[in-house]
């Protein structure tokens, strides 16, 4: 297998990250409007504590997953959480170790958080494997309005 890196994503990323991210939405049979993109692009590089950020993984050089992830305060303790909000291997890439790594590099990003958390649809057979191997299920439940 070549050399797989994880680093923050660029601003020379755009084309990669828009490429990924549109068959993470694809996966979930989603789409945003071009709004979402460019404000979600513009806001991985705003300065602030509670903007997002993001990682990408290459094999080779080439992108072949990304993750984003956002501290956020909690009730429940003083230091903030941190929710992986979006996590994509691209299909030719699975199972090499590019999931977990970039889940790896958003636990070293939050170091000092009270937790990382991420949510995934019952079904998705594939991620809950590797999910069940680097963390624990919760048992909760989400409901949106």
Same mark, same amino acid.
């Given at each position: 297998?070549?050399?797989?890196?994880?680093?923050?994503?660029?601003?020379? /990323?755009?084309?990669?990250?828009? &490429?990924? =991210? !549109?068959?993470?939405?694809?996966?979930?049979?989603?789409?945003?409007?071009?709004?979402? #993109?460019?404000?979600?692009?513009?806001?991985?590089? /705003? /300065?602030? &504590?509670?903007?997002?950020?993001?990682? %990408?993984?290459?094999?080779?050089?080439?992108?072949?997953?990304?993750?984003? #992830?956002?501290?956020?305060? !909690?009730? =429940?303790?003083?230091?903030? +959480?941190?929710? @992986?909000?979006?996590?994509?291997?691209?299909?030719?890439?699975?199972?090499?170790?590019?999931?977990?790594? @970039?889940?790896?590099?958003?636990?070293?990003?939050?170091?000092?958080?009270? +937790?990382?958390?991420? %949510? !995934?649809?019952?079904?998705?057979? !594939?991620?809950?494997?590797? #999910? /069940?191997?680097?963390?624990?299920?919760?048992?909760?439940?989400?409901?949106?309005?």
């Amino acid at each position: 297998m070549s050399e797989r890196v994880i680093r923050p994503l660029e601003r020379t /990323d755009h084309a990669a990250w828009r &490429e990924l =991210w !549109t068959a993470y939405l694809a996966f979930y049979e989603t789409e945003v409007p071009e709004e979402a #993109y460019e404000t979600t692009w513009s806001r991985l590089f /705003d /300065d602030g &504590e509670f903007e997002p950020s993001g990682f %990408m993984a290459l094999v080779g050089g080439k992108p072949v997953g990304l993750v984003h #992830y956002i501290f956020h305060r !909690t009730c =429940w303790a003083v230091a903030d +959480n941190c929710y @992986l909000q979006d996590l994509f291997t691209a299909p030719q890439a699975r199972g090499s170790g590019v999931g977990a790594a @970039l889940i790896e590099a958003v636990r070293a990003a939050a170091r000092g958080t009270t +937790n990382v958390y991420w %949510m !995934t649809q019952e079904t998705n057979a !594939t991620a809950r494997r590797l #999910y /069940d191997r680097v963390a624990k299920e919760t048992g909760f439940i989400k409901y949106a309005l």
